[in-house]
DNA sequence: CTAGGTGCAAATAATTTGCAGAGGC
DNA sequence: GCCTCTGCAAATTATTTGCACCTAG
């Protein structure tokens, strides 16, 4: 966040006015990375001019949530917080109640969960709110803490592409295997194709992950953000054990259905998130391959299916699978 | 919940006097099964005795929280909610912004991430909360709804039991089916002990399962309460699924120890956490079982290992196991 | 008799609102 | 000029507290 200004036109939401005070609270709201009390808020217009009032501060807090810029949250202190929602996606909180700072990540998992729970129970979930009480690690132990800080966004994009570049090494991995154990000559083809796809986008996402630890150099050493258990090998990665066990062609597509499809969705679901950036731009990019290659193994195991029913008719075949998204 | 009074003198904290005037609001809060904002449990109280100052229902709430009776939860509305915490272990909530109403889950899936996530950054977590807000079954569609209700206890109850019913029948058959395929006759004999074992306790569990259907006939109609992925098909069902495609004897050891500690990690968790009841008793007894079984199967992988390293030496193994708890 | 418990009324604390004046379009 | 924004002070809401009185141990 290097401009002084916001694009306030493109945020500020259809009715209202321009106004000097609001534009100012606003700007400095935005100016903050942590969460703010509106009192926080009120010391800080204060700063710059000290008479504006209390309740324009509440009202205008109010208008940025009604907006979307700012989303109220609630740590138990008995009185509310307010962060920006600008390039900072909805996430949880881990709160220390010793130095009642907060910090930030998200998990892919405990999201699918929550889903599970809520679809097997009939509700329409909207929104989901986790907070993890305790100490922190700069409280318990002395004083030194990791490097905390960095923009979420930033930490955000740091761990998408992580994500995304591990997914790509095993993706490549297990295609390649594919293409070397694969029988059918159609699937072989099919198999190196897409691990040559693989091997093109994962130079893309190393030269973008460059990019961003040039912007800053502490970037790698801060705590993980976006926990996601799929991440430590790539998404991919158990397939490609799978491979080496010895699959035959069928099952090799399977599998690649499978890792694709739960690719899918994970960059699917991070890419509508992740707002306006160079990140988003790849995790949809990305999400879209995943699903043409998705539709491709689909086609292509279903055409396998039945020209081997054709020979040897009578062996039971695996459901065959949908696309999602 | 059938008694009209509670065991207040177990209850009781430490300092305070005995009073006509905190018994009286200590018993209605208890036989209240939802979530009480303090106002309702005045409105309540007011029905019985009206000359109740609302300082003295907010004084005893506050007793109660202390005490552990109650717990305080915020649902967000700008005021505190009350839950009574006898036998109604710590859980999440679904929160319906149509109704106001909420209901409760568990998910041991879902608690054990917020440990990864809460350990990954040195975080002392000490309590997690999880409210989904949305839009209920009910409330979206017509009217219907499942069959809510029952008590909590009731329900943990019976999924704890469920769950323990499909761990002993996929114990039973990977322990079975390990007795008939291990050649080292040491290793065999006590998988067939494992086998015998898990037989009898299942026995044991099920007759708890219709003990507790005969107490509620709609029990087995209500919504799930406990989550955990591991209760589909018991914790045992993919090791024996992998028995099922060969496996060396060392292999089904490690299998099996790996099944057993996923499983007395499960119920230690959850038996500590149900309060003083036949539950609790079952779960860790359950937890103690598994604890046993896990310390023969890790002496028995090392013995088995040393004796196998002297016959062919070199065969790399895999790493040994720690007894957890 | 004495530490708590209780009622009442007043105090807090965060946030909202009524109203009259100021300012943008 | 109209409609919205703004400041100020008063209102609201949930909860806590001071204080005099009451009651159990």
Redesign the pocket.
């Known amino acids: 966040m290097d401009s002084a200004e916001f694009d306030l036109d493109r945020l500020r939401p259809a ?11 606003v700007n400095v709201f935005l100016r903050q990375e942590g969460h703010l ?3 926080d808020l009120v010391d800080l217009i204060r700063q710059q ?1 000290h ?13 940025m949530v009604e907006a979307g810029i700012a989303r ?1 949250v609630d740590f138990g202190e ?4 307010f962060e920006h929602s600008y390039r900072h996606p909805r996430h949880f909180h881990l709160i220390c109640k010793t130095c009642n700072r907060s910090s930030e990540f998200l998990s892919s998992d405990i999201e699918s969960l929550i889903e599970e729970v809520a679809s097997a129970r009939n509700f329409a979930a909207r929104q989901s709110v986790l907070q993890i009480y305790g100490t922190c690690e700069a409280c318990r132990t002395g004083r030194p803490a990791a490097v905390e800080g960095g923009t979420t966004e930033m930490l955000f994009a740091r761990d998408a592409l992580r994500i995304a570049i591990a997914t790509e090494r095993s993706g490549l991995e297990f295609y390649a295997r594919a293409a070397t154990t694969t029988k059918d000559a159609r699937g072989r083809a099919i198999f190196q194709k897409l691990a040559e796809e693989e091997q093109e986008h994962l130079g893309t996402l190393e030269a973008r992950y460059r990019v961003l630890l040039a912007r800053d150099p502490q970037l790698e050493s801060r705590p993980t953000f976006l926990f996601f258990k799929g991440a430590a090998n790539g998404l991919f990665a158990e397939g490609a054990e799978r491979l080496r066990q010895g699959v035959n062609d069928s099952q090799a597509l399977m599998i690649g259905i499978k890792c694709e499809r739960g690719s899918h969705r994970f960059f699917k679901r991070y890419g509508e998130r992740f707002e306006d950036s160079a990140g988003k731009q790849i995790f949809l990019e990305f999400a879209d391959e995943e699903r043409e290659h998705l539709a491709l193994l689909i086609r292509e195991y279903r055409a396998l299916v039945k020209r081997q029913g054709r020979q040897r008719a009578r062996r039971p075949a695996r459901r065959p699978a949908r696309v999602t998204g």
């Open positions: 009715g209202g006015k321009r106004s000097s005070k609001r534009d100012l609270i009390s509106a009192d001019d008479r504006i009032s209390r309740a324009t501060v509440y009202r205008t807090l109010q208008w109220k008995g009185r509310f917080r």
